[in-house]
Every structure is written in structure tokens, then in C-alpha cells.
């Protein structure tokens, strides 16, 4: 090998290098992005993934952003040889695009940045229009499309936004933040379907692990039950809570109590420190107060312990005007025997839980 090979092949060996540092760079720059800022009105974390892994039909795009599960915005890195605004590059980043599209998936962008600036690009629905698959076997990018579909990008309506930025400067976060703020606020959140609105709605943080409202409500009411039932009926709403808590990722309730006593609980997003349940708002405290008091009045193992704790536990659905769920029937309620030692029944609510069943018609 002559000497000026040898040079070359070194030369591109930096080069790459020097991407590969460059690409960590700024996917962890996204995936600061992706923990800092909640989108859309319920203030929901929909950028699920920032993934420098994933694979298409074999080859792996620099950058990929999932955005509800789906590939939003693929990246491609380029410092040399080849330019970050070449046909070569933009072609590259297309056919990440066409090969997803062809797995069944949908991706809205694609982008392509230097060390300093980065320009990008909307898919456009007929891609494979436009595809020379032949040239895109063998990798050879310059030819992957016909021409038109690079005029477009560069300087038809396929371009979206070029802007210029620095990962060496704290402005740099700021700077990405704006772009797939907007991105998603003006693509993706405008056309949900109605079947992925749960999927954004506000969450309930304890520790490192979110609760969607709809599963607080529906743990607050297996709780509530739990507080009012005894015998079989109890174990059965043991189990059911322990199952949650485990599908939540947790290894106990033990563990739940603890995550609630170190982090305290809290609701994220916009609209306030309060979320619906049932028919009245339950500020954090309320919420956490309410589980673990519970889940004490659970662990009890001597009475003044679990009476105290079941009379917190209490006087907070009283407060909320929510005796019990509503899911629960009057014949599934047992008041505890008083040979029960764990969980007996105490007297001072006895007119609270009749107070309850005549409502119903079972007095």
C-alpha cells in the first residue's frame, strides 16, 4: 500500500471519528430535550426515544427521535468528506425514511447537520415515486433518487427550517429545544386520533416511575375498597393492588411507600398541581397522603398503628365526599369482626359507613 493510501485511509479514520463524537454529542443533546420540556397541553413526555441504535432493513440512521412510538425525525451526521447539504447526504437521510416506510412505519422529517448548522426536510408521501432501488442496494446515495427530489428538499417546498448552532455553547439546548418544540406542536399533536389521547395525558410522578390519571383513579379506587372489605373479598383487593404496582415496575407496596415518602408525589405537566378524580380535583398532597396512609393502615401489624392510619385514610375520602368507588356494591361490603386483629373494624365510622349504605337504598 503506497504511502499516500495509507494518509487517506487514516484521514477518513479521523473523520470518522470524529463524527461518532459528534453524533453522541448531539443525540444527548436531544435526549436532554426529551426529559426537560413536556409537550402539548397535558404536558405529557411524548418524545419516547432518542436512539442512535435503531435499524432498518439492516442499516442505522446516526439519529433516530421516536415520537409516540413512531420514527418522527431521522438525522444524519455528516463533517467530511462528504457536505451536510450534498445530494449525497440528503439522499442518505431519504432512505432511512423509504426503508421505514416499507417496515410500515411513518416518518414525518429528516435532517442533516454539520459541526455547526442543521437543515430539515418533510418526507414526502410518494417517496418511493422517486426511489431508484438499485442504487440504493448498493449504497450508492448520489443516485438513490431522481434529482427532482433533491431540487425539492434544497430549495422547493420540501425544505422546513435551517438554523445554525454550537454544541459547544450552553445556547445549543435552547436552540434545539425551539425546533422540535415546534416541530411536534405544529405535526404531531394537531392530529391525534382520538384512541391516542391517553397516551398524553397528564401524569402522576412517584419516584422515577409516572402514573397516568386514569390509573391514580383506578389505584385510589382499589384502595378505597381495599379500606372498606375484609376476608376474601380483602385478598382479592390485595392482589389486584400488588399486580398494579408491580405492572408500574415496582417490586412491592413496600417499595411504592417508600417512593412516596422520598419524592413526595408530583403531578407534571400545565394546568396546576391537581388532576380529576371521580368527580372532585385531589391536590398531591391529598393523593399522597391518602396511598401511603393506606398502605400504612395495610402494613399495620398493631392496632393504635392501623387505627390511626385508617382514620387519615378515611377523614380524606370524607373530604372528597367519596365514602367508597363507586364500582364497589353494598353486598361486597364486610365490616370487619372485632376478633379480626389486623384490620378491625373501629367504631367511631360506623355511622360514616351506614351513612353510605342508606344512599343506596341498603339501610
Known amino acids: 500500500m503506497r504511502r499516500c493510501e495509507i494518509l487517506m485511509m487514516l484521514e477518513r479514520e479521523a473523520w470518522k471519528y470524529e463524527e461518532d463524537k459528534f453524533k453522541r454529542k448531539l443525540a444527548n443533546a436531544l435526549e436532554n430535550v426529551k426529559r426537560s420540556y413536556r409537550f402539548g397541553r ?29 420514527p418522527f425525525l431521522i438525522i444524519e451526521c455528516k ?6 447539504i450534498s445530494n449525497y447526504t440528503i439522499n442518505q437521510a431519504y432512505t432511512y425514511a423509504l426503508l421505514a416506510k416499507n417496515e410500515g412505519y411513518s416518518v414525518d422529517f429528516v435532517a442533516t447537520t454539520d459541526l455547526n448548522y442543521m437543515r430539515i426536510f418533510r418526507v414526502p408521501e410518494n417517496i418511493e415515486d422517486y426511489a431508484n432501488w438499485e442504487a440504493i442496494e448498493r449504497k450508492q446515495y448520489n443516485k438513490a433518487f431522481r434529482p427532482e427530489l433533491y431540487w425539492r428538499a434544497r430549495y422547493g417546498d420540501l425544505f422546513i427550517k435551517g438554523f445554525s448552532y454550537s454544541l459547544d455553547t450552553p445556547e445549543a439546548p435552547k ?23 391517553d397516551l398524553i395525558e397528564r401524569k402522576v410522578r412517584i419516584g422515577d416511575v409516572y402514573w397516568s390519571e386514569k390509573e391514580i383513579s383506578e389505584f385510589i379506587n382499589i384502595l378505597t375498597e381495599f379500606l372498606f372489605t375484609t376476608g376474601k373479598r380483602r385478598a382479592k383487593v390485595r392482589e389486584r393492588a400488588i399486580s398494579m404496582v408491580k405492572n408500574k415496575g415496582l417490586s412491592s407496596i413496600v417499595d411504592l411507600k417508600f417512593h412516596i415518602g422520598k419524592s413526595k408525589l408530583r403531578i407534571e405537566g400545565e394546568g396546576g ?38 382514620r387519615r385514610a378515611v377523614s380524606i375520602l370524607k373530604s372528597k365526599e367519596r ?26 365510622y360506623e355511622e360514616l ?6 344512599t343506596r337504598g341498603n339501610h
Open 175 to 197: 436552540v434545539l429545544y425551539e425546533v422540535v418544540k415546534k416541530l411536534i406542536e405544529e405535526n404531531v399533536l394537531p392530529n391525534l386520533r382520538e384512541n391516542q389521547k
Open 273 to 310: 398541581r391537581k388532576i380529576r378524580i371521580g368527580e372532585k380535583d385531589w391536590s398531591e398532597k391529598e393523593i399522597a397522603e391518602f396511598i401511603a396512609s393506606t398502605i400504612r393502615f395495610w402494613l399495620a401489624s398493631k392496632k393504635k398503628e392501623g387505627e390511626f392510619y385508617y
Open 323 to 348: 365514602i367508597v368507588s363507586r364500582s364497589i356494591q353494598h353486598k361486597d361490603i364486610q365490616i370487619p369482626k372485632s376478633k379480626d386483629r389486623k384490620f378491625r373494624y373501629f367504631k367511631k
Open 353 to 358: 359507613i351506614k351513612k353510605w349504605m342508606k
Open 79 to 84: 463533517i467530511k468528506p462528504y457536505s451536510s
Open 42 to 70: 397535558f404536558g405529557y413526555e411524548i418524545i419516547n426515544k432518542v436512539s442512535t441504535t435503531w435499524k432498518i432493513q439492516g442499516r442505522r440512521p446516526d439519529i433516530t427521535v421516536f415520537v409516540l412510538n413512531q
